[in-house]
């Protein structure tokens, strides 16, 4: 069965420093994966995702995520922070085993960005 | 603009009690879902039903039961509420179970059982 581990489960940075959040899959199949963003009080809102094609996928707001099959990672980056990315951070893949596809989350990093 | 609307959001239980929480999605989505999110543990898929008509389990289904009213409406029943079923629920649906990659999520329903 796929599997995502988010290894921080909190990301403390200062406004306008860059930020990696971690992510990686196990699978031994060709993958879907996906990052998802909780703002407080809210629901989850897609914030990126990667199904084929070129590695490095951005979003509007200026979020840049690069699957390494080698590594099967698929970290998360910003160049630089604001405080109105302060959210919770979902990593998910796709499990394409058996008739139907589910997404399976990780457990989410807490992005707290300080003034 | 609705989205997928879920109802109550707040709700506080006793042991041993009923409730049911209501899903509605205005997407014309064939898939939805019932999720519950729990602090360290991220999100756990309770049930999901691919189309109308259709549900299955998901990882942590005990205790819970669902109902596809129709195309629209996923409900969620806890027949007899036990305080491990304290959660977060997120109702979510997409267009096909085929591709279930892009989800669209409610606000949730906060429940607390006492």
Redesign the interface.
Known sequence: AQSVT?LD?QVPVFEEAPVELRCNYSSSVSV?L?W?VQYP??????LL?Y?SGSTLVESINGFEAEFNKSQTSFHLRKPSVHISDTAEY?CAV?DRSGA????I????TLLAVQP | NAGVTQTPKFQVLKTGQSMTLQCAQDMNHNSMYWYRQDPGMGLRLIYYSASEGTTDKGEVPNGYNVSRLNKREFSLRLESAAPSQTSVYFCASSGSILFAGELFFGEGSRLTVL
């Open positions: 988010q489960s879907y996906f998802y009080n809210q629901g989850l809102q897609l995702k199904l979902f796709s139907t596809n589910k997404l989350f990780g457990t989410g």
